[in-house]
């Protein structure tokens, strides 16, 4: 089965400049995510979509980062204007509907290298 | 704040050697996952265990949990050069935090 996929692969922007990131999530899977890792560091959650709804997007800056996805199945995530420590890896994961247990494991995909300068 | 903390912060191994990380938690969880990250790729689900699991085995992993403990390893046997990765711990049933892994490496 064809897995997540993630346009584009690199990114080079400028500070103050917009950049936006697209995902495509495996097919039947209603859950989306957007994950920011910073070099180093763990990946962290910035966006959680049920279909089209937004379960948590606690930790997404809405100053100047947008997400949407239209129809429960692609997304994109915007960055407006992009600052020098919004520099990492934008990763996009799908994921079945929830059990009783919670979500079970998630599918990433290959990640956006965003880099500002 | 990451839920997960990975020890140590990185491995270097011999091939052929076992290689052991080890996870610790705050929170009572309901299951615990480990993926794998190869250098700039996106991470590849490895095993997840229940709160009611003590042991799990895929392959030349084994992942135990200790919930008294509130803590996980992962157990690589046999280690390969392939293995060359990090390897993250994540928690929560509605929301995944990461810790910030562990890297392996695995020389020839």
């Known amino acids: 089965e064809a897995g997540v996929a993630q346009s584009p692969r690199y990114k080079i922007i400028e500070k103050r400049q917009s950049v936006a990131f697209w995902c495509n999530p495996i097919?039947?899977?209603?859950?989306l995510y957007w994950y920011q890792q910073i070099l180093g560091q763990g990946p962290k959650l910035l966006i959680q979509f049920q279909n089209n709804g937004v379960v948590d997007d606690s930790q997404l800056p809405k100053d100047r980062f947008s997400a949407e996805r239209l129809k429960g199945v692609d997304s994109t995530l915007k960055i407006q204007p992009a600052k020098l420590e919004d520099s990492a890896v934008y990763l996009c994961?799908?994921?079945?509907?929830?059990?009783?247990?919670?979500?079970?494991?998630?599918?990433f995909g290959p990640g956006t290298r965003l880099t500002v300068t | 704040s990451q839920q997960g903390e990975e020890d140590p912060q990185a491995l270097s191994i011999q091939e052929g050697e076992n290689a052991t990380m080890n996870c610790s938690y705050k929170t009572s969880i309901n299951n615990l996952q480990w993926y794998r990250q190869n250098s700039g790729r996106g991470l590849v689900h490895l095993i997840l265990i229940r709160s009611n699991e003590r042991e799990k085995h895929s392959g030349r992993l084994r992942v135990t949990l200790d919930t008294s403990k509130k803590s996980s390893s992962l157990l690589i046997t046999a280690s390969r050069a392939a293995d060359t990765a990090s390897y993250f711990c994540a928690t929560g049933d509605y929301k995944l935090s990461f810790g910030a892994g562990t890297t392996v490496t695995v020389r020839a």
């Open positions: 097919s039947g899977h209603a859950t």
């Open positions: 994961a799908s994921s079945l509907d929830p059990g009783l247990a919670g979500f079970g494991e998630q599918y």
